[in-house]
């Protein structure tokens, strides 16, 4: 008897709500598609989820595949034991360091990583005191600590940088390490802020006890040169020193005081586009309505989440990091400065739905507002974070106007129900995102006017805005090599992630990360080899 023919690479087929969605019906699908029988077809996979709510018809969009028995299993390379001597040090513990330090380990290559934050567990009380009692720890919090930015804020990994790296290797590694197995597959894939930090420190154990070391509580404050002028080591802020053949630098968006030892240190900066604006929450009835219309309460049906965009001025407005089923959290770094975000846990079953609305900012418009030089973008930030602190009226509590306010220019006198833990104070927002001089409140209330008539609903009195969200990225680029990837002034360190400036987001930091990695081992030979 032969073996099953290979019929098809990949097919896509739409299933209805109410459609049985097993291993039998899924083959009866393609077979039908195909017009053959399907005893004639090899085993199938899925290897694409969607869900298509177009039209105001509601089905699952799958991508399915002959399964592959040679595929290697997930994961590999593995990693292995690494030479002990640390000659790699990485700073900064998010996804671009902890997965450069994976890839070196893979190559048999050594590094000590820092961090200026702590480990996951202790951070997470850390982000107690921040949430409940308005306590910001500038080294501990939402953005700094094991795993960066996104272990307690949401873990999204949907990307569009399929040009940078293999994002099914970050996907399978995370999945490897505890994710669930639906990242693999899903359009939209996606962790939680409760099940992120357990597979980032089942990574960290693995790479400590092949000979990887990390460090936390370790904020480096100094990069020093040899006669040469390339990196030669670390200093802390302890006073200690930690010295390298090679310094990745993967600090993250926020860490605006190494931006500052960088310029002081000679490295060019250069300043760069980025988004500024607001956090809107919504009843997520009211989205999954707008979404899913009379399917809204279909129990195959996750909390839904939207996309929203539109150019206004020649300048973008449109949603980012948005969480369905989410809280709004307190991710300031400074303590004279409010910065919100928004994140989910993995059954994304808040009764809210939170997003950030943004309007992206160029270089000219920071000139033209008198902020200069390559840290113009950090002034600026500062300035609206600062005004959004005093306009709460102290704490943590933050400024916020109703979305039909906001759109008609008056202050809310009050604020609906929130998932933001320290309060809100009712106001009028636009005088905080005016305030440092680019009128940013225009151009998001006409956004927002066009994004009510296309779903209606959504700057209506049950919608607020919540302010500011003024950490969408990094206003900063640090210049590398295109092919060594090395910073051009300084040799043997590498600018990485989203706080360089080459990554925004989860999975494209990782990437950059990798690729950090491999451009170093290609200089480096592993002890002993």
Same mark, same amino acid.
């Given at each position: 008897?032969?073996?099953?023919?290979?019929?098809?690479?990949?097919?896509?087929?739409?299933?209805?709500?109410?459609?049985?969605?097993?291993?039998?019906?899924?083959?009866?699908?393609?077979?039908?598609?195909? /017009?053959? #029988?399907?005893?004639?077809?090899?085993?199938?996979?899925?290897?694409?989820?969607?869900?298509?709510?177009?039209?105001?018809?509601?089905?699952?969009?799958?991508?399915?595949?002959?399964?592959?028995?040679?595929? #290697?299993?997930?994961?590999?390379?593995? #990693?292995?034991?690494?030479?002990?001597?640390?000659?790699?040090?990485?700073?900064?513990?998010?996804?671009?360091?902890?997965?450069?330090?994976?890839?070196?380990?893979?190559?048999?290559?050594?590094?000590?990583?820092?961090?200026?934050?702590?480990?996951?567990? %202790?951070?997470?009380?850390?982000?107690?005191?921040?949430?409940?009692?308005?306590?910001?720890?500038?080294?501990?919090?939402?953005?700094?600590?094991?795993?960066?930015?996104?272990?307690?804020?949401?873990?999204?990994?949907?990307?569009?940088?399929?040009?940078?790296?293999?994002?099914?290797?970050?996907?399978?590694?995370?999945?490897? $390490?505890?994710?669930?197995?639906?990242?693999?597959?899903?359009?939209?894939?996606?962790?939680?802020?409760?099940?992120?930090?357990?597979?980032?420190?089942?990574?960290?154990?693995?790479?400590?006890?092949?000979?990887?070391?990390?460090?936390?509580?370790?904020?480096?404050?100094?990069?020093?040169?040899? %006669?040469?002028? /390339?990196?030669?080591?670390?200093?802390?802020?302890?006073?200690?020193?930690?010295?390298?053949?090679?310094?990745?630098?993967?600090?993250?968006?926020?860490?605006?005081?190494? $931006?500052?030892?960088?310029?002081?240190?000679?490295?060019?900066?250069?300043?760069?586009?980025?988004?500024?604006?607001?956090?809107?929450?919504?009843?997520?009835?009211?989205?999954?309505?707008?979404?899913?219309?009379?399917?809204?309460?279909? %129990?195959?049906?996750?909390?839904?989440?939207?996309?929203?965009?539109?150019?206004?001025?020649?300048?973008?407005?449109?949603?980012?990091?948005?969480?369905?089923?989410?809280?709004?959290?307190?991710?300031?770094?400074?303590?004279?400065?409010?910065?919100?975000?928004?994140?989910?846990?993995?059954?994304?079953?808040?009764? $809210?739905?939170?997003? !950030?609305?943004?309007?992206?900012?160029?270089?000219?418009?920071?000139?033209?507002?008198?902020?200069?030089?390559?840290?113009?973008?950090?002034?600026?930030?500062?300035?609206?974070?600062?005004?959004?602190?005093?306009?709460?009226?102290?704490?943590?509590?933050?400024?916020?106007?109703?979305?039909?306010?906001?759109?008609?220019?008056?202050?809310?006198?009050?604020?609906?129900?929130?998932?933001?833990?320290?309060?809100?104070?009712?106001?009028?927002?636009?005088?905080?995102?005016?305030?440092?001089?680019?009128?940013?409140?225009?151009?998001?209330?006409?956004?927002?006017?066009?994004?009510?008539?296309?779903?209606?609903?959504?700057?209506?009195?049950?919608?607020?805005?919540?302010?500011?969200?003024?950490?969408?990225?990094?206003?900063?680029?640090?210049?590398?090599?295109?092919?060594?990837?090395?910073? %051009?002034?300084?040799?043997?360190? $590498? #600018?990485?992630?989203?706080?360089?400036?080459?990554? !925004?987001?989860?999975?494209?930091?990782?990437?950059? !990360?990798?690729?950090?990695?491999?451009?170093?081992?290609?200089?480096?030979?592993?002890?002993?080899?």
């Amino acid at each position: 008897m032969t073996a099953p023919r290979l019929l098809f690479e990949e097919i896509e087929i739409d299933l209805g709500l109410d459609e049985p969605a097993d291993q039998g019906a899924l083959r009866a699908r393609v077979a039908a598609r195909l /017009a053959v #029988p399907a005893e004639e077809l090899p085993a199938i996979e899925l290897k694409k989820r969607a869900i298509d709510a177009r039209g105001g018809r509601v089905r699952f969009h799958l991508t399915l595949a002959p399964h592959d028995p040679s595929a #290697p299993a997930l994961g590999e390379p593995l #990693p292995r034991e690494v030479d002990r001597e640390g000659r790699v040090i990485v700073v900064g513990d998010g996804p671009a360091g902890l997965f450069c330090a994976y890839e070196l380990a893979r190559r048999g290559i050594g590094c000590i990583v820092l961090d200026r934050g702590k480990a996951v567990q %202790p951070r997470r009380r850390d982000l107690k005191g921040l949430t409940q009692h308005g306590v910001v720890d500038p080294d501990s919090n939402y953005c700094f600590g094991e795993g960066g930015a996104g272990t307690y804020s949401d873990g999204k990994l949907y990307t569009r940088s399929h040009k940078r790296g293999d994002v099914r290797d970050v996907l399978e590694l995370l999945h490897v $390490y505890g994710a669930p197995a639906e990242i693999l597959v899903d359009a939209r894939p996606h962790i939680g802020s409760n099940k992120l930090p357990k597979v980032i420190s089942a990574m960290r154990e693995r790479l400590t006890e092949l000979g990887v070391s990390f460090r936390f509580g370790a904020r480096v404050v100094r990069i020093e040169r040899r %006669p040469t002028g /390339a990196v030669r080591s670390v200093i802390l802020a302890d006073g200690s020193e930690i010295a390298g053949e090679a310094v990745v630098l993967a600090t993250g968006h926020s860490a605006r005081d190494v $931006y500052e030892l960088l310029d002081d240190a000679g490295v060019r900066l250069i300043g760069k586009g980025f988004a500024l604006g607001v956090r809107i929450e919504h009843p997520q009835a009211l989205i999954n309505g707008i979404q899913y219309g009379k399917h809204r309460d279909h %129990p195959k049906l996750p909390n839904a989440a939207y996309r929203v965009a539109h150019t206004e001025e020649q300048r973008g407005v449109f949603s980012f990091c948005m969480c369905p089923g989410g809280f709004i959290v307190p991710a300031a770094t400074e303590l004279d400065g409010l910065v919100v975000n928004g994140m989910s846990l993995s059954r994304r079953d808040s009764p $809210y739905a939170n997003s !950030g609305l943004v309007v992206s900012i160029e270089t000219e418009d920071l000139e033209r507002a008198g902020y200069r030089g390559p840290l113009a973008g950090i002034a600026y930030q500062r300035a609206i974070e600062r005004a959004a602190k005093l306009a709460g009226g102290g704490s943590l509590r933050a400024p916020a106007t109703r979305a039909a306010d906001f759109v008609k220019g008056r202050a809310s006198s009050s604020t609906p129900a929130t998932s933001y833990q320290p309060g809100l104070f009712a106001t009028d927002l636009r005088s905080v995102l005016d305030s440092g001089g680019i009128g940013l409140s225009a151009r998001l209330a006409r956004a927002l006017s066009l994004f009510e008539k296309r779903m209606r609903g959504y700057a209506s009195e049950e919608a607020v805005l919540v302010g500011v969200e003024s950490r969408t990225s990094s206003p900063v680029r640090v210049p590398r090599d295109p092919a060594s990837l090395e910073s %051009p002034d300084m040799p043997g360190l $590498y #600018p990485t992630g989203e706080g360089a400036g080459y990554a !925004g987001g989860i999975v494209s930091a990782a990437l950059d !990360g990798i690729r950090v990695a491999r451009a170093i081992a290609a200089v480096l030979t592993p002890a002993g080899s």
